[in-house]
């Protein structure tokens, strides 16, 4: 069966999107807001861009209060169409940067800093406020940022299937390349979820999706499945 389009049913709210590192989010809320016809906030971008700022500043990441001077100096601009993903510091495109791994090692310490965490929170609003329906992914979009979301979702995914899966994204194939893959998002997930400002977990009323044995067309399909229903119930706003 063919979704309405969302000319017939248009949906109209938020579908929040967390989990730990590599369980999908990205490509799943891709596509959740490609089918719903919503906008897509990444707000990992937005941590990752801030690090950008935080090491071509020269700071160390550890350095909370230099972290948090030099973020609230840096001007953090994302884009919410799907597709496009425009991540901007200070009018330079660090879209490809913001991927690297230097970045990604540096990530979770910058993220912890509760006043970046305030700053880039106030920002992910304002973007949301500005859209009728939008997809938003992230760690603490349902627990936190968006607390009154039409519909939550926490994905996970077994941490063998999403190093699997990230190797075959970034056409690895050597065991040891596998286990550093699996050992990075370990210590991802356990920094996260262990910061004392926002910890990724699920929330209360979040439906958990474990996508290890499931296509991401089908974790596309359930999401819409139930964005539809929650949009219909009408039980939240
Ligand atoms: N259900 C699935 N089946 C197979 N591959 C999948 C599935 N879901 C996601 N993938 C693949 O897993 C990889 C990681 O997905 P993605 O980057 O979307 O995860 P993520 O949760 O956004 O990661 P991060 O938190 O690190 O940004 C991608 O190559 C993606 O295509
Ligand atoms: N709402 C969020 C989103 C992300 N983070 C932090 O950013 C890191 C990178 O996120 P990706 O989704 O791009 O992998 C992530 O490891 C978190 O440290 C966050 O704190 N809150």
Redesign the pocket.
Known sequence: MTDPTPEQHPFRGAVTLDGP?GTG??SVGRGVAARLGASYL????M??AATVAVLDAGIDPGDAEAVARTVAAARIEVGTEAGTERVEVDGADVAVRIRSAEVTRA??AV?AVPAVRRQLVAQQRDLVGAADAVVV?????GTV?LPDATLKVYLTAAPEVRAQRRAGQLGLTEAAQIDDLAADLRR?DQ??SSRAD?PLRPAADAVVVDSSELSQQAVVDRIVALAQAALVTGDRT
């Open positions: 590192s989010k990205s990444d707000t990992g971008a941590y990752r990530v979770s993220s992914e992230g760690r603490d979009i940022v991802r920094y996260d926002s």
